[in-house]
């Protein structure tokens, strides 16, 4: 049931994470900042509070810079500017910050020391990377319950935004400290199902006609899309699929070897696609292992008075809770997704021991449905559920011509998509298989993660293909470039600690410098956000400013400590463009 695409994180505070449990980082820059800036807050009199501290959109102004003057003026009756200057004043001097400038109408701006982020350039460049912590709970454990394609059907677009989405949240939790556990949750029951197997029943071919893997599933889609239409149609179809749907769920013998053989067929196809596109599973849940469970706790929920009976159903009325009301267990005595979605709660929560939080990436449209079987949960068993469950909302994957829809048959299929690109890639850049397969996952994924989870996409193949564009074959030719220079330069590069003499860096080579030292935050924020969006967007600024370094200033032809100093920030690009691109599920290659 839970497929499609859906909607972003909002972040911390709809998280509700408990304050011992946020953000552990190691001593970043931002942290000893604020630090520091705290201290100078309470000496100009402003108290205990904590400042804002951002880096600026322009780099020119710094590497990070704080607001907090323009919201003081009415507590210090003063105005900003003065007490700005009040804030440079007080600030501590440390060997992290080398200068304070002060920027109307009343911003605080910092500028790193140089030789801080020559060293810290240098430790990228050896691949001494260290991630913030970012814990959700004591147990440091999380389940991530991603991709849903439900059997005999399709895994098309939307599907490939979700397992990209589902898997680049996993290793950025990961990096972040946590024990991830991968789930995935399917539908193999249901009206779906019964539509499909109605139509092969019914249909002129038999199925051991279909040999190749390819064949199943093409036949699998027409034939649910052929059922779906003949269910809206005509009566008596409708009622003779109902009757096999209610013989899947009783397991009757004269439909499941059909029901079997066929879900097989899905199962195959699916692992098929998460092999190519670099996702596995800790464990499968089917709603089918649930129907027993779900209706014997709603039974549980009833006599609790948690749910009640309605019109021959059993609902939760959400209206004293301020929610939906929704069916648990119909008129015909089969449980709903919200009943089964009690069972799985239960199995999922005592499968893998005490979970910190469970995040089901799903799209906008079961917020309802979320928000009413959380709060039952929650009920049922408030010190296993309370706050530990939560819908990541992630947005549709849009055609140009409007929604898809496997109804209606129009679906666009994910390995014809991922084929397909793979195929314009090799006809713009003639490059081999391995490669043309590695660039073609690389742009899906990258389309589909450099947009905000909130936002809605319309998959466009030349801008996901590009090298001159915000794409992830752009990231992975300026990776390949990284390692061209660094080939030629091996064995080359010195070890001295002192890797230039002054703090003269032009332009090009500040800007890179400047850059580098943001990617443990951005991950860090990543992870606290559930914004994989963030670190895409990081890697194509950084990107950009090497590629303009790379054009404007030579590197081989460098000499001594400055050639030193170019290495590595040519090393450190590639450390973290390779990082980077791992955490969104991207492999890297080294030529195209």
């Given at each position: 049931m839970h497929y499609y695409c859906m909607k972003a994180s909002s972040g911390l505070q709809e998280l509700n994470i408990r304050p011992d449990f946020m953000l552990s980082y190691k001593a970043m820059e931002k942290d000893k900042i604020k630090k520091n800036l705290a201290a100078a807050l309470v000496k100009i009199g402003a108290?205990?509070?904590?400042?804002?501290?951002?880096?600026?959109?322009?780099?020119?102004?710094?590497?990070?810079?704080?607001?907090?003057?323009?919201?003081?003026?009415?507590?210090?009756?003063?105005?900003?500017?003065e007490i700005a200057q009040m804030i440079a004043d007080n600030f501590p001097k440390i060997d992290l910050v080398a200068k304070i400038d002060i920027v109307k109408p009343g911003f605080v701006n910092f500028w790193l020391a140089t030789d801080y982020l020559i060293n810290d350039t240098r430790n990228i460049a050896?691949?001494?990377?260290?991630?913030?912590?970012?814990?959700?709970?004591?147990?440091?454990?999380?389940m991530v319950e991603f991709a849903h394609?439900?059997?005999h059907k399709l895994f098309h677009i939307g599907h490939l935004r979700n397992i990209s989405t589902g898997e680049a949240i996993v290793r950025i939790l990961e990096a972040a400290g946590n024990k991830v556990i991968r789930t995935n949750y399917q539908g193999d029951v249901g009206l779906h199902i019964a539509k499909c197997l109605y139509q092969i029943r019914n249909s002129q071919s038999a199925i051991s006609n279909y040999k190749s893997l390819n064949d199943k599933i093409k036949f699998l889609g027409e034939a649910y899309a052929k059922g779906q239409q003949t269910y809206e149609t005509n009566e008596k179809t409708k009622q003779e699929i109902l009757d096999i749907n209610r013989m899947?769920?009783?397991?009757?013998?004269?439909?499941?070897?059909?029901?079997?053989?066929?879900?097989?067929?899905?199962?195959?196809?699916?692992?098929?696609?998460?092999?190519?596109?670099?996702?596995?599973?800790?464990?499968?849940?089917?709603?089918?292992?649930?129907?027993?469970?779900?209706?014997?706790?709603?039974?549980?929920?009833?006599?609790?008075?948690?749910?009640?009976?309605?019109?021959?159903?059993?609902?939760?009325?959400?209206k004293k809770y301020g929610l939906d009301t929704r069916v648990f267990i119909n008129s015909l005595g089969l449980p709903t997704y919200e009943g089964k979605e009690l069972a799985l709660a239960e199995k999922e929560f005592s499968d893998f021991d005490e979970l910190d939080k469970n995040i089901h990436v799903v799209t906008p449209e079961q917020k309802s449905f979320f928000n009413v079987t959380f709060k039952v949960e929650q009920?049922?068993?408030?010190?296993?559920?309370?706050?530990?469950?939560?819908?990541?909302?992630?947005?549709?994957?849009?055609?140009?011509?409007?929604?898809?829809?496997?109804?209606?048959?129009?679906?666009?299929?994910?390995?014809?998509?991922?084929?397909?690109?793979?195929?314009?890639?090799?006809?713009?850049y003639k490059c081999d298989d391995m490669v043309a397969e590695t660039l073609a996952v690389a742009a899906v994924?990258?389309?589909?993660?450099?947009?905000?989870t909130e936002n809605q996409i319309a998959f466009d193949f030349n801008e996901s293909i590009s090298l001159e564009g915000n794409s992830g074959p752009y990231l992975l030719y300026t990776y390949v470039r990284t390692q061209s220079v660094l080939k030629k330069a091996v064995n080359q590069v010195s070890h001295d600690r002192d890797l230039i003499g002054n703090n003269d860096l032009n332009t090009e080579e500040s800007d890179v410098l400047r850059t580098l030292y943001h990617f443990p935050e951005i991950v860090g924020k990543a992870a606290a956000n559930f914004a994989p969006n963030l670190i895409a967007n990081y890697l194509y600024d950084l990107?950009?400013?090497?590629?303009?370094?790379?054009?404007?200033?030579?590197?081989?032809?460098?000499?001594?400590?400055?050639?030193n100093l170019r290495l590595t920030l040519t090393r450190a690009t590639a450390n973290v463009l390779k990082n980077g691109l791992y955490l969104l599920g991207i492999n890297t290659v080294d030529k195209m």
């Open positions: 108290g205990n509070i904590d400042a804002d501290l951002e880096h600026p959109a322009n780099s020119r102004f710094g590497d990070y810079s704080t607001s907090i003057a323009l919201k003081l003026t009415k507590q210090l009756k003063k105005n900003p500017l050896e691949e001494n990377i260290t991630y913030p912590k970012f814990y959700l709970g004591k147990e440091h454990k999380i394609p439900n059997t899947i769920y009783e397991q009757d013998p004269k439909i499941m070897k059909l029901w079997k053989e066929t879900r097989q067929w899905s199962l195959e196809y699916y692992e098929e696609i998460y092999r190519r596109v670099g996702s596995h599973f800790d464990r499968l849940y089917f709603e089918s292992e649930l129907t027993k469970r779900g209706i014997e706790l709603c039974r549980q929920a009833q006599d609790m008075g948690l749910l009640e009976k309605s019109q021959g159903a059993i609902v939760f009325n959400g009920l049922l068993d408030p010190k296993k559920y309370d706050n530990k469950q939560y819908h990541l909302v992630y947005e549709w994957v849009n055609l140009r011509s409007g929604k898809m829809s496997s109804r209606e048959g129009n679906v666009i299929e994910g390995n014809w998509l991922l084929d397909e690109t793979k195929r314009k890639i090799q006809e713009s994924k990258y389309s589909f993660l450099k947009t905000g990107a950009q400013k090497f590629n303009l370094f790379y054009q404007k200033q030579p590197i081989l032809k460098a000499k001594g400590k400055t050639r």
